[in-house]
């Protein structure tokens, strides 16, 4: 007995002076506590961090990630692009694809078509379905979306943004970040900023008026960080006023995190990092993709020649530079590794699941637009050639986008999409349904390539043809169709809506302006459908009756076409940008190279903030307006030609009327009547007009819009709030918006050149 007691009093004096000895681990430290106040578990786990620690976790240790604190428990960050799927696995520090067999995924239309939905519910479904295929492949940061603003129909890379619009662009973004951040991943809203051209896009330095940078540039990436509290930012490649964007004092320091009050994490673009003072001192948190030496060899290590990683601690060593800048940085990353990795409310996410497929045949449905739909034939036979009839036997498919997987290539948001349909398969299937036949031919021959980063559609598309042959099967099986849709437009490679560089002519490429026109010819019931992310020439317009912008949709491109032509939904699309005739009709395309592609990599935004409709707006003005702004003379010479199609415009299958429109208060009530025969959506735009104004001023400009669905013969009202902020202008001088007193007019319609109802309102 006695034995055993002096055993167990071994033991428990063994027990407490191992205790004594060994370091407790903390049962509960504050920065792992979820329900902890956010700031007080960064500082807590800052406190923790030896230098080593915080140097690494602010730049990369692969392609698309960055450490978090082993030692601490703290996980990394998995980035992906972006943004419209989840990009498939690449090698540790390499572009290459790395081989897997489980990181395809779904193919979601691009943002340009999301944006032709006018839909912000749209965009709350793409956030949250997107996000769901990120957790699902374990990322934390989602590379996108992308909220440039369409300045040239040049720009490859236009089909990832949301048009030409600040308030369109801005009011799509937000519910959009909600959507994916309710999920516990981080948007990373890019490329902040005026990354608006690829050519030259890692050397051009962008001059432009604070006005037009305030009005019209950053709307949009203020809505993300403002309204949508996005957790983190892009650095653009370019340059601004001479300093990298990445690393961009004014960008960065003042406006994102002074005026702004960001508090998430400014991530740079991949490589857009070159020194490393600027980006310690201008407001960089996150270095990734740098071309250091080596790197793009694969060599390892590389990552510790990062400029935020040695030379940084060798700068802190020698005493050059404090620790507080690498705190803040340190602070930042934490707050979104909280956010997202160690977020204890995310979920496992879903791949290609019936929701995600049915999300994106919705947005699809919505984004495509009905640019143009007259009938044919005279009289009480005359019928538009959309929706396709009953009656019709035999349809003719023309063109290469009709069997082209077009969700490989475009750059760094290509995807290993787990199924696309094409517009030939959808077309075929629903034609198939109506007891219609459907006959494909090639028309043209465009680009057989097929792979990005060793991710290959596996499609041969030779065909050794000449254009002659190919022309002339595409004719004479035209003669023999009772209806012909061409399907052609541009694709993903290069010099078309692609990333690193921009395109070389405004036309379509490939002779299809020919082709479209030989088929016109042939068959009077022709539909020509472009799928395309930017606007292009259309010297063929006049010859055919029905024309649709079908944008790039990801994994249901041809359900979704297929919906539109053969009318199971009615379309609700409209334009995000403007088309203009010519290239040399717009804005950024009047004054030679110095506005575009830049001289000497300058370039200078001329236009200042006649963009897109703000500058089609000025047609029929007699005189050039000139003024000053900022110290810099501005000369805007009136558009030679109106529009093709105006921004905000798109048909529907049905007719609307606004029948009613009254001001109560600040509120605009609008009453909208379906006065067709079938069920539609129809989105009514509110677009602001100053009568007088102190400063030159766009003519109108939207504000507000809502999309709304009718039944046959359906009247709905909406309301529109009017706010303070939608009658202001930024006034360089004092660094503030002000607005005039006055009468402005309220303009009320379903696009920018159809605003039937007019409103009289007072700032007083
Ligand atoms: C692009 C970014 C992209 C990143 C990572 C860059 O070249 O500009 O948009 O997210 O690569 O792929």
């Avoid at 499609?459 to 002659?468: M, T």
């Amino acid at each position: 007995m006695q034995r055993v007691s002096t055993l167990i009093l071994a033991v428990l004096l063994f027990a407490c002076t191992a205790m004594a000895v060994i370091p407790q681990k903390e049962t509960n430290p504050v920065y792992l506590n979820p329900n902890a106040p956010l700031e007080e578990r960064v500082e807590d786990a800052l406190s923790r961090m030896n230098l080593d620690e915080k140097i690494a976790i602010i730049h990369a240790q692969s392609k698309f990630s960055s450490p978090g604190v082993a030692r601490l428990g703290i996980p990394g960050l998995w980035c992906t692009d972006g943004p419209h799927g989840i990009r498939a696995e690449v090698k540790w520090d390499e572009w290459d694809q790395a081989g897997w067999t489980n990181d395809s995924c779904f193919a979601f239309p691009t943002l340009t078509c999301l944006a032709a939905t006018w839909n912000p519910e749209m965009a709350l479904l793409y956030g949250q379905s997107i996000s769901e295929e990120a957790l699902y492949r374990n990322k934390n940061v989602l590379l996108g979306p992308g909220v440039n603003i369409y300045r040239t129909p040049l720009n490859g890379r236009n089909f990832e943004y949301m048009g030409e619009d600040p308030c369109l662009s801005a009011t799509m973004v937000v519910p959009y970040v909600q959507g994916v951040q309710d999920n516990g991943v981080a948007v990373c809203v890019k490329h902040f900023a005026l990354n608006n051209q690829e050519d030259g896009r890692h050397v051009v330095n962008v001059t432009l008026s604070d006005r037009a940078l305030y009005e019209i540039y950053l709307p949009a990436f203020e809505a993300a960080v403002k309204q949508g509290k996005a957790w983190s930012i892009m650095g653009a490649y370019n340059r601004i006023w001479g300093q990298y964007a990445c690393h961009n004092h004014r960008l960065l320091v003042d406006i994102l995190r002074g005026e702004w009050g960001f508090d998430g994490a400014v991530i740079s673009d991949w490589g857009g990092v070159s020194n490393t003072d600027e980006a310690i001192h201008n407001g960089l948190d996150l270095e990734f993709g740098s071309w250091t030496d080596g790197l793009t060899e694969g060599r390892s290590n590389s990552y510790d020649a990062y400029y935020l990683a040695e030379p940084y601690k060798e700068k802190i060593k020698k005493g050059e530079v404090s620790t507080k800048e690498l705190d803040d940085k340190v602070r930042n990353v934490l707050r979104l590794i909280f956010r997202t990795s160690m977020n204890p409310n995310r979920g496992f996410g879903a791949l290609n699941s019936i929701e995600h497929i049915l999300a994106g045949r919705m947005i699809a449905d919505e984004g495509i637009v009905l640019l143009k739909n007259d009938p044919v034939g005279k009289g009480k036979q005359a019928q538009a050639v959309l929706p396709i009839s009953k009656e019709v036997k035999t349809i003719l498919v023309v063109g290469e986008n009709a069997i082209k997987q077009m969700t490989v290539g475009g750059g760094s948001s290509s995807l290993k999409a787990q199924y696309e349909i094409s517009p030939l398969a959808g077309i075929t299937r629903r034609a198939n349904e109506n007891h219609m036949s459907v006959t494909y031919v090639r028309g043209y021959v465009g680009d057989i390539g097929g792979e990005y980063n060793g991710v290959s559609t596996g499609q041969d598309l030779r065909d050794e043809r000449s254009a002659a042959e190919l022309t002339a099967e595409a004719v004479a099986a035209a003669k023999q169709a009772d209806v012909v849709l061409f399907i052609g437009g541009l694709n993903k490679a290069d010099h078309q809506d692609a990333e690193g560089c921009d395109r070389l002519q405004y036309g379509l490429p490939y002779g299809q302006d020919e082709l479209i026109s030989s088929l016109a010819a042939a068959n009077k019931n022709l539909a020509v459908v472009i799928l395309s992310g930017n606007a292009y020439a259309m010297p063929w317009l006049a010859q055919t009756p029905a024309l649709i912008h079908a944008w790039f949709n990801g994994s249901e491109t041809g359900n979704a076409l297929a919906d539109i032509l053969f009318g199971s939904v009615n379309p609700s699309g409209h334009l995000p940008f403007t088309i203009f005739p010519t290239l040399e009709d717009y804005p950024s395309h009047q004054y030679g190279a110095a506005a575009y592609p830049g001289i000497n990599n300058e370039v200078e935004y001329k236009e200042d903030l006649f963009v897109g409709y703000r500058y089609a707006d000025l047609y029929g003005t007699k005189k050039p307006i000139k003024y000053t702004s900022d110290g810099r003379e501005y000369t805007i010479n009136p558009p030679k030609h109106k529009p093709l199609f105006a921004f905000g415009h798109g048909l529907s299958y049905t007719t609307f009327r606004i029948t009613k429109a009254a001001l109560d208060g600040r509120n605009v009530k609008v009453t909208i009547e379906n006065t067709g025969k079938v069920a539609g959506k129809q989105v009514v735009q509110l677009y602001v007009a100053p009568r007088k104004s102190n400063a030159v001023r766009p003519k109108k400009e939207l504000k507000a819009f809502a999309k709304v669905e009718l039944k046959p013969g359906e009247s709905k009202e909406i309301s529109l709030q009017l706010t303070d902020e939608m009658f202001r202008y930024f006034d360089a001088e004092q660094h503030a918006w002000v607005t005039d007193k006055g009468t402005y007019d309220i303009c009320i319609g379903t696009s920018s050149d159809d605003l039937p109802a007019q409103l009289e309102y007072i700032v007083k």
